[in-house]
């Protein structure tokens, strides 16, 4: 979660997505300081390499790892999405734990009804998934960590 200052004012704390959001409506520029816990000090916003591209133009490299996270996630949310095996890959334990209770229990109490949503939801998802670019699964879904859709 980052903060900002603002006429000599905190604001905060946002998201990464946030951050990016109000670069790209011209709220804030690349000399505003941010700050983030586990910084030393306050920085200008365009000097931290997450946010940095939005100035260049050009984008970081995504890492290797965090981007072949999205093919993986992506076909485990299509094959078995009714199980939300794909959140627990990504580390979504408690929206893995959420998907899994409510197919397998809510199936039995459904007659399987509720394991058929939760497997389009999973479907969803993976599709989802494929369909980002690499940059913007890693953003989204890897940093962002944003848990449904």
Known sequence: MWYYLVDQQRLGPIPSQTVLHLIEGGSV????LIWRQGMAEWAPLGSIPEFAFAFTGSRPAVASADSQKKLVAGLL???LGSLGIHKFYLGYNTEGIVMLLVSLVGGLATCGLSTIAINVIGIIEG???????????VRVYVRGRKGWF
């Open 29 to 32: 520029s690349g000399g505003t």
């Open 77 to 79: 949310g299509i094959l």
């Open 127 to 137: 599709v989802l998934y494929l369909t980002k670019t690499d940059e913007e699964f």
